[in-house]
């Protein structure tokens, strides 16, 4: 994706880009050659690359998840390692959404104390969004904008 403003504007608040706003352009930039589910798991690649996992990890947990073989789980890593490099600028803004979240939290005087339980409040609030922004195949609109939610 292409965007008027950086990574740093973001993280310093002085652009506003909600996560919302991150998934729906996501979504209008692959809509054209995958499916809501794709794009799901696209999105959830990005959000564990973002969040540090390498694509290794997140073979292996792939793997766990939906036992797969010794080859599979190669093929697996290599999708992984393609999104990592062909999505570049979009893990780097998902973690200044990711990270001006966590300065919000910092403002709103929300005692997150380990990285345990900032990981927690991440997915959580992550998780809600998602919930919030399911894509429509069809249309190519998100169930919040057919119920007048921008955010």
């Not at 002085?14 to 692959?30: A, C, M």
């Not at 190669?74 to 979240?101: C, G, N, P, W, Y």
């Amino acid at each position: 994706m292409q965007w008027d403003f950086t990574p740093e504007e973001v993280i310093k608040g002085e652009i506003h880009y909600p996560l919302w706003d991150f998934r729906q352009d996501l979504w209008e930039e692959v809509s054209d050659y995958t499916d809501p589910e794709g794009f799901e798991i696209l999105f959830w690649a990005l959000y564990h690359l973002a969040m540090g996992s390498s694509a290794e990890d997140m073979a292996i947990r792939w793997r766990e998840q939906n036992e797969l073989s010794e080859e599979e789980t190669r093929e697996q890593k290599q999708q992984f390692e393609l999104i990592k490099s062909t999505h570049r600028a979009d893990i780097e803004m998902l973690k200044a959404v990711i990270k001006r979240k966590i300065l919000d939290y910092k403002e709103e005087g929300i005692g997150v104390l380990g990285e345990k339980e900032l990981s927690d409040y991440i997915l959580e609030w992550i998780s809600q969004v998602v919930e919030e922004h399911e894509v429509q195949e069809q249309s190519g609109k998100t169930n919040g904008e057919m119920n007048g939610k921008s955010e």
